[in-house]
């Protein structure tokens, strides 16, 4: 391949491309991120290939394996395009029927469309879904327009065209005071303001500078990075080269977690091609910039989310973080200025720089300008990943995005920010969601996992949880992070499992407090969040564990018992038969009878009891009634 | 001479650039706990019980003083309620491991700290690290060093190494605060190289 | 694993003491565990001390000082997973495979790990088996899927 030698020569590279596509050609974009992979994105490409070629269209037809559009709950997702026509959990059996309909009869195939669970009308174009008509897509919009290892299809929809802007039209401080002012907040933590962390380090006087991706999400239940590294690995790219040169860095470092193999290959690849086209190398589009870029890959540990924890490990040592008092953008990798943001900041300044602090500003709140990207999981009917302004509320995010809670659930909590996250309760949805905001309801934006929780949900198990994940993830090093977790979640254990005594709360509060203040790192200070907020707002949850052993949320499974109601039982057999344990006396026309001795508790009963019947319930903080006697258990069915 | 001063509970410390604030008031003989510091060893920051509460520029933060570098008019205060608390509480989460460690029983008795507050666990190891950091760094004999990470992390010999260098050194013995060095050193021993009866 | 493929490996990675953890991935992706004659290995090369390659070894969460199972079984335990029964699932496997996270069986056919979050949170419980991701997954079918391993 040719290197690009200027703008000029990147303009015309451009056009070449776009020239050579015909924008009515139909298009077949397949999502081929990990999310559809798993559902069977992968054999779906295929049959697409294979039927076009048997039905000798392969000269008429473009297909594609894209990014991620984070509807991943329905996949895997087609969208044919140039008409927008969205399929959703397509499989290998629907494709001939598509090529036939859609592609040479210009039909819609009705039952792959999505239909809307409240009205039932059907959705043709991607932008019709709620999911998506409520979203304001700014970073993750060209996820689905991009084959994610096409250099060629990142370039056709303006690639780098930020890049060539910033390296030949602009100074490197023209560049790091548009960031300075598009108030750009880092995307994967606590929010710091980007352009000030940049000219810290541009302002070091050591002159070996390095810029880093942080693309160790480990927060469980977040996944948008992952989506914008695999389905747009050059967007991460460009705001990177951007970066360095706004600061004098020639190096910089992507730093990806050992889990997300598929982002690491895109990645690599991504940084190959633009190798090959001069994007990255000596002398970038002819402005005598230099820059390269190097892929290091986690090896299992949380704690490298932590700045300085992950540039000890990129310095090939053990992920324990710095105790230095030292900001790591003055010293951070090998002991040299170094800015680290994370995924989904990177990718948010090729658009600043193209589209101006100011188109930046206009969106989000007078804290947190621009979008976020949110991954919107649990008990909530649409799950994926969801780009909103900063400032919706969390109502609109998850009633008019999300859809709301299903089978008819109460919504009872969402939870923000990751482990280090908190609770937010249901009277307080209407919050705005900013860094502050989320902060001042004792939770953070984090790198932006929400997790919704249901009626079912017990908040003293929530925080039991997220304890359990930190003292498996912390890295050991100081002692109120170490000790203080490990004593902490056996005090929670304790709760949830019936043993919790009085005082367990105070002796939390007090582990909790160690931990915040005197931790080594954030994954120590911020660990007691989640207990912090459950207790700020489900404090009754914890007494009633402790006092009455009783589980509000019918959850705890050392604390519930099933019943079955006599009046109700119709003798159908279904829960006996089900049950692992063969824990259910009884039989036909005979009333059934939980076995408490026998019985687990894992609740298969209550699922498969008809709901006309509803004969077994959930029993917490008292004691089961006794069965009834055996001659009062038949049952004479009347006849209707 | 010193480089710019410091107030330390109320004292004029006088320091010299790149000097600490436990080393400051290390020499100015005010005494601030500590169980992971070595004046021969790079400061760790693992244990937190030398935290102190600064002010500088109107702001007060907690910081651990082995590792808080000493600025021009910074206020310190090296006993405070809360900071009394927090080494309380560390006190009672080592205890849990090592209930009789003299330097922890004397320092329990300082900070009011009960060493049954906490349920107890199964090894001595309190990760202060000395012995892992003092043979690295002085010694350069990598004979010992640490396994795992979190709550599992433990101290761990090379048997390979310890036969050689150990028997002639054990200079680490006597920097553990608790017994459990010595311990894991017998039984590394007593595994790898059994005398024959 | 031989010595000359691991000395390859280093050298691919320039021996530089910085990429200590990229050559034990390598060497763990391709050999699936690191023994002590490998890690002793890389410290001469990179002239770093074995007490430091052994806490890395340990330290992080893809090496394994054990040899692993033909197949290697990742249950995601990660909020999504969790909240919705990710438990049962790991309780399925550890029937069917007769081993705990952290453990592979008697004949070398499975090793199972929990992992904190695969990142397909909107398929879950997700379960992850020799790479492949198998998205909302219930006991029952899980049990399906390992029978189709040898």
Request: charged letters at 25%; aromatic letters at 6%.
């Amino acid at each position: 391949m040719s290197q690009i030698n200027s703008p000029a020569e990147l303009d015309a590279f451009r056009k070449g491309i776009l020239a050579k596509r015909d924008p009515e050609t139909p298009c077949i974009s397949i999502c081929a991120g990990a999310g559809c992979i798993a559902s069977g994105a992968d054999e779906v490409i295929a049959a697409f290939e294979a039927e076009i070629g048997a039905q000798g269209l392969a000269a008429n037809v473009v297909t594609k394996g894209t990014g991620c559009p984070g509807f991943c709950e329905r996949g895997p997702i087609v969208v044919i395009y140039p008409e927008e026509i969205c399929y959703l959990g397509v499989t290998a059996e629907d494709v001939p029927e598509i090529i036939t309909e859609t592609i040479k009869e210009k039909r819609v195939v009705d039952r792959l469309l999505f239909e809307d669970p409240a009205t039932g009308e059907k959705a043709v174009h991607e932008s019709d879904i709620p999911f998506y008509r409520n979203q304001e897509r700014n970073v993750i919009c060209n996820n689905i327009k991009i084959d994610s290892k096409s250099i060629d299809d990142y370039l056709a929809l303006d690639g780098y065209s930020a890049l060539a802007k910033a390296l030949t039209g602009m100074t490197d401080e023209e560049v790091l005071e548009e960031v300075k002012k598009s108030n750009l907040r880092g995307r994967g933590g606590a929010g710091f303001p980007a352009g000030i962390k940049w000219e810290g380090s541009r302002n070091a006087a050591e002159k070996t500078k390095y810029v880093i991706v942080n693309a160790d999400e480990g927060d469980p239940g977040a996944f948008m990075d992952r989506a914008l590294l695999e389905g747009n690995p050059h967007s991460i790219l460009e705001g990177l080269i951007i970066g360095g040169y706004a600061i004098g860095a020639h190096e910089g470092y992507i730093y990806v977690r050992q889990e997300y193999p598929l982002a690491v290959e895109n990645i690599t690849l991504a940084i190959e091609q633009a190798g090959a086209y001069g994007l990255i190398g000596k002398n970038i589009l002819g402005s005598g910039f230099d820059f390269k870029v190097i892929v290091h890959q986690g090896a299992g540990a949380f704690v490298c989310g932590e700045s300085t924890a992950l540039m000890t490990a990129l310095e090939g040592r053990v992920g324990e973080p710095r105790p230095k008092y030292v900001r790591s953008n003055i010293k951070g990798l090998w002991n040299r200025p170094s800015v680290l943001n994370n995924v989904e900041t990177w990718a948010n300044v090729p658009l600043i720089i193209n589209k101006g602090a100011d188109w930046f500003t206009q969106i989000g709140t007078e804290g947190s300008k621009g979008t976020k990207i949110f991954s919107l999981v649990g008990k909530i009917n649409n799950t994926g990943l969801v780009e909103v302004p900063m400032g919706i509320s969390l109502k609109d995010i998850i009633f008019k995005i999300g859809g709301g809670i299903p089978n008819g659930k109460a919504f009872k909590a969402v939870q923000t920010g990751g482990p280090s996250g908190g609770c937010i309760p249901a009277d307080q949805l209407d919050l705005e969601v900013g860094f502050d905001e989320l902060t001042r309801a004792g939770s953070m934006m984090g790198s932006g996992g929400m997790i919704v929780m249901d009626e079912d949900t017990c908040m003293v198990d929530v925080a039991r949880y997220f304890i359990n994940f930190l003292t498996d993830e912390s890295c050991g090093k100081c002692v109120p992070c170490r000790e203080g977790l490990r004593q902490m979640h056996k005090i929670l254990t304790d709760i949830t499992e019936g043993n919790g005594k009085e005082g367990d709360i105070e002796r939390l509060e007090q582990l909790a407090e160690a931990a915040r203040e005197a931790s080594l790192c954030a994954l120590g200070k911020s660990a007691p969040n989640p207990f912090f907020s459950t207790l700020r707002y489900f404090r009754d949850e914890y007494e009633a564990h402790i006092r009455e052993k009783r589980c509000p949320a019918l959850s705890c499974k050392e604390l519930i018992a099933y019943y079955i109601d006599p009046d109700k039982c119709r003798a159908c057999m279904i829960c006996a038969r089900k049950c692992p344990v063969n824990a259910i006396e009884g039989g036909k026309k005979t009333i059934h009878v939980v076995d408490q001795e026998k019985c687990t508790r894992c609740g298969t009963c209550f699922e498969v009891c008809p709901a006309r019947f509803n004969a077994v319930t959930k029993i917490s903080g008292q004691p089961v009634p006794a069965p009834i006697p055996v001659k009062e258990r038949t049952i004479s069915r009347k006849s209707k | 001479m010193s480089d710019f001063h410091l107030e330390i509970d109320g004292n004029k410390v006088g320091v010299k650039e790149g000097e600490t604030i436990l080393e400051a008031a290390q020499q100015a003989g005010i005494y601030i706990p500590t169980l992971c510091h070595h004046e021969k060893l790079e400061p760790f920051g693992g244990c937190r019980m030398c935290i102190v509460e600064v002010e500088s520029r109107g702001r007060t933060k907690l910081v651990v003083s082995c590792v808080y570098p000493a600025e021009a008019g910074l206020v310190v205060r090296t006993r405070s309620e809360k900071i009394d608390r927090i080494r309380k509480t560390i006190l009672e989460l080592l205890m849990a491991h090592a209930p009789d460690s003299p330097p922890l029983v004397a320092l329990a008795k300082e900070y009011g700290a009960n060493k049954d507050q906490f349920e107890k666990e199964s090894s001595f190891c309190i990760h202060c690290g000395l012995c892992v950091r003092y043979c690295e760094e002085v010694k350069k004999n990598y004979a010992v060093g640490f396994v795992d990470r979190g709550v599992r992390k433990e101290i761990s010999f090379i048997p390979e190494i310890a036969a050689k260098v150990c028997n002639d050194c054990k200079e680490c013995f006597p920097l553990c605060p608790t017994s459990y060095l010595q311990a894991t050193f017998v039984l590394t021993e007593s595994l790898a190289f059994p005398t024959v009866p | 694993m031989d010595i000359d493929r691991i000395d390859q490996i280093i050298d691919r990675h320039q021996c530089e003491a910085s990429s200590l953890i990229q050559i034990l991935l390598d060497i763990q992706s391709e050999n699936h565990w690191l023994s002590k004659e490998a890690l002793t290995r890389v410290g001469e090369k990179l002239q770093v001390p074995f007490t430091r390659i052994q806490h890395i070894a340990t330290f992080y969460k893809a090496f394994s000082l054990v040899p692993k199972g033909r197949h290697e079984v990742h249950i995601c335990v990660g909020t999504a997973c969790h909240v919705r029964g990710a438990t049962r699932i790991l309780d399925t496997v550890k029937d069917v495979t007769g081993i705990m996270p952290g453990e592979t069986d008697m004949d070398l056919k499975f090793s199972l790990e929990t992992v904190n979050c695969l990142g397909c949170c909107a398929l879950g419980p997700v379960v992850e088996i020799d790479g492949k991701v198998h998205g909302k997954m219930s006991p029952g079918e899980t049990a399906d899927v390992l029978k189709n391993y040898e």
